[in-house]
């Protein structure tokens, strides 16, 4: 079984277009996450939520938003696309936040915007 | 956190083991040391955390110096599959949102 899945795989997609990238985990954690990799391969993170609370970096324009449906899904909507929204985006889910957790991450959707 | 510093690549010959630097000197004592590794192409893993003593699980091994300042991941047998980026983190007690920030890495090749 998947523990966290994203869809899709690919997308690619003209600017200015608005686009929804989905996650889900089937393993009962309460925090997931969005992360950023470029094309040079620094990875980066974008927000981190639990159904109480949403941290956004500070760097991630507000054109990019997270949707939670329920405590297992957390989708990544992007509003009026842009050339440098194009890298590959990774959801990831951790148990809880505290002392420790190892966050478990999806496969990845690599965008492309044209 | 404190910032991580770790050599961009490293070689290491099938079978035997590869030794991984990080050196994080501003460490603070309320903050763990994590390892990931990213294989290409895939989402990245976790592999071992510790706070001073010396870890051991069934991927590796993390070595942490006595004033912190600096550890070591070891894999005891590398094998073609180790191939990949492997990331050390550190991250506090405090981190709001327990996110994770990712530095370079270092890109460790595993050689038949």
């Known amino acids: 079984d998947t523990a966290v899945s994203q869809t899709p795989k690919y997308l690619v997609t003209q600017m200015g277009n608005d686009k929804s990238i989905k996650c889900e985990q089937n393993?009962?954690?309460?925090?997931m996450y969005w992360y950023k990799q470029d094309s040079k391969k620094f990875l980066k993170i974008m927000f981190s939520?639990?159904?109480?609370?949403?941290?956004i970096n500070e760097t991630v324009p507000n054109r990019f938003s997270p949707k939670s449906p329920d405590k297992a899904h957390l989708n990544l909507h992007i509003n009026s696309l842009e050339l440098g929204d194009s890298a590959v985006y990774f959801c990831?889910?951790?148990?809880?936040?505290?002392?420790?957790?190892?966050?478990?991450f999806g496969p990845g959707t690599r965008l492309t915007v044209l | 956190d404190a910032k991580t510093t770790q050599p961009p690549s490293m070689d290491c010959a099938e079978g035997r083991a590869a030794n991984l630097p990080c050196n994080h000197s501003?460490?603070?004592?309320?903050?763990?040391v994590y390892w990931y590794r990213q294989i290409h192409s895939q989402g990245p893993q976790y592999i071992i955390h510790?706070?001073?003593n010396n870890e051991t699980n069934e991927m590796a091994s993390l070595i942490i110096t006595e004033d912190r300042k600096s550890s070591t991941l070891i894999l005891p047998h590398a094998t073609l599959r180790d191939t990949a980026v492997y990331y050390c983190i550190v991250r506090g007690i405090n981190n709001a949102g327990n996110m994770l920030t990712f530095g370079g890495g270092t890109r460790l090749m595993v050689k038949p």
């Open positions: 393993l009962g954690h309460d925090t």
């Open positions: 501003t460490i603070s004592g309320n903050e763990y």
């Open positions: 510790g706070l001073k």
């Open positions: 990831a889910s951790s148990q809880e936040r505290g002392v420790w957790n190892e966050q478990f």
């Open positions: 939520y639990n159904n109480k609370e949403l941290i």
